[in-house]
């Protein structure tokens, strides 16, 4: 079945800061350590909401959370809510959860990134630039994993 690509709407309307913190509960014996070998764990989370079903409004969320630790102990946390409110129609229900979980998240990742950045620069520690994403790809794999785990078979 074709898809009448004339009738889809994809806007991008509003982005906003949801929620952010830093902290570096160590600072400034932190700085002094002879040894700065960090460890980074990067978390990202998606979610997103209907706020006006009938225009095809929803909020869609694009949370980070960065954990760095040296020699086992926190040299700082980070946690950013990026979000974003999207005007989304003409797009069939299996096509718009895509949208709202790939495209949407393609399009907050920049500013996302950009406030990491500067949160751990302004906290003091060496710019810190999140690697690009493929939320395409990880749509896809939270896709096989829902279909494999709801086949009946235990995998």
Do not use: W
Request: proline fraction near 5%; glycine fraction near 4%; charged fraction near 25%.
């Amino acid at each position: 079945m074709a898809v009448n690509k004339e009738n889809i709407v994809f806007h991008f309307d509003r982005i906003y800061l949801k929620d952010i913190s830093f902290e570096s509960p160590r600072s400034p014996k932190i700085f002094s350590e002879p040894d700065y070998s960090p460890k980074i764990d990067v978390q990202l989370n998606t979610s997103h909401e209907k706020l006006d079903q009938a225009q095809g409004i929803f909020e869609v969320v694009l949370k980070a959370t960065v954990k760095t630790t040296i020699n086992l102990e926190t040299a700082f946390l980070v946690e950013v809510q990026q979000a974003g409110v999207f005007t989304i129609s003409g797009v069939n229900e299996h096509h718009l959860e895509q949208v709202l979980e790939a495209t949407c998240p393609n399009a907050l990742f920049p500013f996302l990134r950009e406030q990491v950045n500067r949160l751990v620069t302004e906290g003091g520690f060496p710019a810190m630039l999140l690697q690009p994403v493929n939320f395409d790809a990880m749509y896809q794999q939270k896709r096989s994993s829902e279909d494999r785990s709801s086949d009946g078979i235990a995998h």
